[in-house]
């Protein structure tokens, strides 16, 4: 079995911040953290021989936040994804554009040069 190492964590690191911005990351990362904490608390309760109602009520409430921070977070995934993809599209459509432009400057200018060497 392999592990990831030190090539792939900086390489799922740099697709990360690529993908969510800088400004998007730390926040992200804290809504990771915080999910994983409660679900830790979460497993953990399911682990201990108490079963008192009072923490069993606990950890389902967690278990809720859980979800509830998990949902959240998809969502904003999805509306950060479909920001970047439409600023992606953007960028390609100017490029082309662009692209067209330069074309037609080329062509002028070549054309003007053959009309020069005429006259």
Not at 20 to 26: D, E, H, I, R, T
Not at 94 to 104: A, G
Request: charged share 40%.
């Amino acid at each position: 079995m392999s592990t990831i190492g030190i090539p792939g964590l900086i390489l799922i690191l740099v697709l990360a911040l690529v993908l969510f911005g800088p400004k998007k990351l730390p926040e992200l990362g804290r809504a990771v953290g915080h999910t994983l904490k409660e679900f830790k608390n979460a497993t953990r309760g399911l682990t201990s021989d108490d079963d008192d109602d009072d923490e069993a009520k606990k950890k389902e409430l967690a278990a809720k936040e859980a979800l509830v921070t998990t949902t959240v977070v998809t969502e904003k995934d999805a509306l950060d994804r479909e920001k970047i993809e439409r600023e992606v599209r953007e960028r390609l459509e100017r490029e082309r554009l662009e692209q067209e432009i330069r074309e037609r400057l080329e062509a002028e200018r070549l054309q003007m040069e053959k009309e020069q060497q005429k006259a």
